[in-house]
């Protein structure tokens, strides 16, 4: 099972508060890009836990489903806040600054960290 979740960039609180609704479920929820139509996600093919669905492959010219699992997630804001360490910063002292919406892997990990 998992639930769409419509990301307006006009109104990122919108969506990051219906994803966080998901992550307390513990379900896996799909970021769409408001205005852009969604692929098709068959439910029965996502991998077992809960994570989140969001297209890539834009650069390339092709769009793909990215299934990201919320243990995938986590694993890889405990390895940055590690790489902080080493650089001599404390993770939750940090402001990170991002320009990019939630439907975009790069603007959810800031969030996700």
Known sequence: M???IICD????NHCSSQLSKAIEK???AQLIAKGIKQNQVNANSLPK???IIL???GSSGKHNIC???YSNLNQSAIATSIWLE???LIAKNCLILNAL???HVSGLMPWWR
């Not at 960039?9 to 990122?12: E, K």
């Open 49 to 51: 836990g809960p994570g």
């Open 67 to 69: 299934l990201l699992s």
């Open 101 to 103: 919406p939630l439907y």
């Open 26 to 28: 513990g379900i896996w």
């Open 86 to 88: 080493e650089q001599g």
């Open 55 to 57: 297209k890539g492959g």
């Open 2 to 4: 998992f639930i769409p």
């Open 9 to 12: 960039n006009q109104n990122q």
